[in-house]
């Protein structure tokens, strides 16, 4: 793609390019003539007037369509109308929001772990994230990748950020009194998931910049773009073998720290809150309704990866007695740990209705059921089924009578990201309504 068509948001006509569209945050959905456009919200943070926006854009433009919330901490508009479409990405502007860069061949949008600069054990990373993403911004090539490329921040050592799945994974952790980086990276998930290696035991951080430009250039480079299949930065890993893997992406850091604008060299210390919930939205949606009363509730919300919105307070009683008597949030403040991809409900990739099977599981596994639960309705495994605890990856087969038959396959046993654990296979083929009594009995 080059300079005279780079893709503009908000944009004044729907793009006739695909290229274009998907940098705009735009994807088709299944069901033809309608859109998804998708946001970013850097580190899952929204104040409460961007809620309260993300609300009126809702009923604006899909009305009876809620908001969706996806595992990288972006929102999405469902069933968009594409002449709604430049109309809706303007009134997103207005708000400060920006769908560039939420989908394509990018970088896309930059996590943190929800606590992040809010609990008294976490720091805040959100300016050394931003001096980041401003200077990868400034890459020739940042709209013109191999594949896309994701970077995650955890402001403690429990890795919330996933690092481990991600092409950058930063992780803050003190040696002697000292505030570095443990730098994990060219990790991803996909049909064949990998976790990824250490590149950095320690890295200062006002080199997070220089650092994360040196890996972004060496993908730009060695990237496979031929095979979209195996172009992922970890592709360019596996191929050259992780010793010469890191030595190259060591001398690219060398060459690049110089001439990159280093970022904050240390990081704020949280300002103390005390997490009062975790708001779990059934299959990733948020109606405008709910949006708003996050928006009038007092809290601070951050977003997390798995469809659940933490609030966050000082006077945590207090907090959670507000809480309980709030008619929206209330019923929300509880729930199983279960996140799905969209599947048939609107991918043009999903072999399942993943929505179906999430409620399901919502009405029969007891409420005491402790591990998470990822659903994914094809292969791709959007859902983070390969890292999950329990990893559920849609299926078709025929029955006896040749009907066609939804199921899926099981994995267990994966460190969510936060480790290199992958998750393994369970069961290879369970149907959906033996789901739930499948995992009663196995978990």
Excluded at 107 to 129: H, K, M, Q
Excluded at 365 to 390: D, T, W, Y
Aim: glycine share 10%; hydrophobic share 45%; net charge neutral.
């Amino acid at each position: 793609m080059t300079d005279t068509i780079l893709p503009v948001f908000p944009s004044e006509a729907m793009p006739a390019d695909a290229a274009a569209c998907r940098l705009l945050g735009l994807y088709q959905q299944r069901q033809e003539g309608l859109w998804l456009q998708r946001i970013k919200v850097q580190g899952g943070a929204l104040e409460p007037q961007q809620w309260a926006a993300l609300a009126d854009c809702c009923d604006s433009f899909t009305p009876g369509t809620p908001l969706l919330l996806t595992t990288r901490q972006d929102v999405e508009f469902h069933n968009v109308a594409p002449e709604a479409v430049p109309c809706l990405q303007q009134a997103l502007a207005k708000a400060g929001f920006t769908g560039l860069g939420a989908c394509g061949d990018t970088l896309r949008n930059i996590t943190l772990c929800p606590g992040n600069g809010l609990t008294e054990e976490s720091v805040d990373l959100r300016a050394i994230a931003e001096a980041v993403r401003l200077a990868l911004s400034e890459f020739s090539a940042i709209f013109s990748l191999p594949r896309k490329f994701k970077i995650s921040f955890s402001a403690c050592p429990k890795a919330c950020g996933q690092p481990w799945i991600n092409d950058l994974g930063f992780v803050a952790q003190r040696k002697n009194g000292t505030l570095l980086f443990r730098v994990i990276g060219a990790g991803s998930l996909g049909p064949r998931p990998a976790a990824g290696i250490v590149l950095r035991e320690e890295l200062a951080l006002e080199d997070a910049p220089a650092f994360s430009l040196a890996a972004l250039t060496l993908f730009n480079k060695y990237g496979d773009r031929e095979h979209r299949g195996k172009a992922r930065l970890r592709h360019v890993r596996q191929r050259l073998g992780d010793v010469p893997f890191l030595e190259l992406l060591d001398d690219f850091f060398v060459r690049l720290r110089e001439g990159t604008a280093a970022g904050p060299a240390t990081a704020p210390p949280a300002i103390g809150l005390h997490r009062v919930a975790l708001l779990a939205f059934p299959c990733g949606l948020v109606t405008a309704a709910q949006a708003r009363a996050i928006a009038e509730s007092g809290f601070i919300s951050r977003i997390q990866n798995h469809h659940r919105v933490a609030l966050y307070a000082s006077d945590p009683a207090g907090a959670a007695a507000a809480l309980a008597a709030n008619p929206v949030l209330g019923s929300l403040a509880c729930g199983l740990d279960i996140a799905s991809c969209p599947g048939t409900t609107w991918c043009r990739h999903g072999l399942i209705n993943t929505h179906a099977v999430e409620l399901l599981l919502r009405q029969q596994l007891p409420e005491n059921f402790s591990k998470a639960i990822r659903i994914s309705g094809c292969p791709n495994g959007c859902a983070h089924s390969g890292v999950a605890q329990i990893g559920c990856i849609g299926r078709v087969r025929k029955d006896e009578q040749g009907n066609r038959l939804e199921g899926m396959q099981v994995l267990d046993g994966g460190g969510m990201g936060k480790t290199p654990e992958l998750a393994r296979e369970k069961a290879s083929f369970v149907s959906v309504q033996d789901m739930p009594d499948f995992l009663k009995m196995n978990f």
